[in-house]
C-alpha cells in the first residue's frame, strides 16, 4: 500500500519540495517522517503547503526587485580601490571580492562577496570591470580603478 505525502524538502529521485507523492508505508513511516522530509498528506496540510510556496514567491520577487535596483546604481558607478604597490605597479597582496564587498557598503550598497565574481585576485594597478551576478536573472559590470596609496 502506497501512502500519500507532501515533501518538506528536496529529495532525490523522489521529488522537489512541496510535490505530492505516493510512497510505501514502510518508506514514509520509517524514513521519512522520523527524518522531517515528508508531512502526510490531507486538504488542511495541502493548503498550509499552497500557502507556503506563495510565501516564498513574495519574497523572491521582492529580492529580485532589490537586486535590479542594485544593479542600476551598479553600471553607474566607479570604485576607488587604494591599496600598496611596489614596482613595476605590482600590488603588495591583491584585492578580493571581499574588498570589492566592503568598498561597495562605504557606497551604501549591500553586496554579498559570493556574488563578485573575480576569475582571480586583483594583483596590479589599473582599472578593471569586474561582474556581478546578484540574483537569478540579474546581473551588472562594476567599474573599479585600483589606485596606489
Do not use: C, W
Not at 578580493?96 to 568598498?103: G, N, P
Not at 554579498?112 to 537569478?136: A, M, Q, R, W
Request: glycine share 6%; charged share 35%; hydrophobic share 40%.
Amino acid at each position: 500500500m502506497n501512502t500519500k505525502v507532501i515533501l518538506q524538502k528536496d529529495i532525490p529521485n523522489l521529488g522537489e519540495a512541496g510535490d505530492v507523492k505516493e510512497v510505501a508505508r514502510g518508506y514514509v513511516r520509517n524514513f521519512l517522517l522520523p527524518n522531517n522530509l515528508v508531512i502526510l498528506f490531507n486538504e488542511s496540510s495541502k493548503a498550509a503547503i499552497d500557502h507556503q510556496k506563495h510565501i516564498i514567491k513574495v519574497k523572491k520577487d521582492k529580492r529580485k526587485k532589490e537586486s535590479e535596483k542594485i544593479a542600476e546604481k551598479v553600471r553607474t558607478m566607479q570604485i576607488t580601490i587604494k591599496q600598496k604597490a611596489g614596482e613595476e605597479n605590482k600590488l603588495f597582496g591583491s584585492v578580493t571580492s571581499l574588498d570589492i564587498a566592503r568598498a561597495l557598503e562605504k557606497e551604501g550598497l549591500t553586496v554579498d562577496k559570493k556574488k563578485i565574481v573575480l576569475d582571480e585576485p586583483i594583483k596590479e594597478l589599473g582599472s578593471y570591470k569586474v561582474h556581478l551576478k546578484l540574483d537569478e536573472g540579474v546581473s551588472a559590470d562594476l567599474a573599479i580603478a585600483v589606485e596606489g596609496e
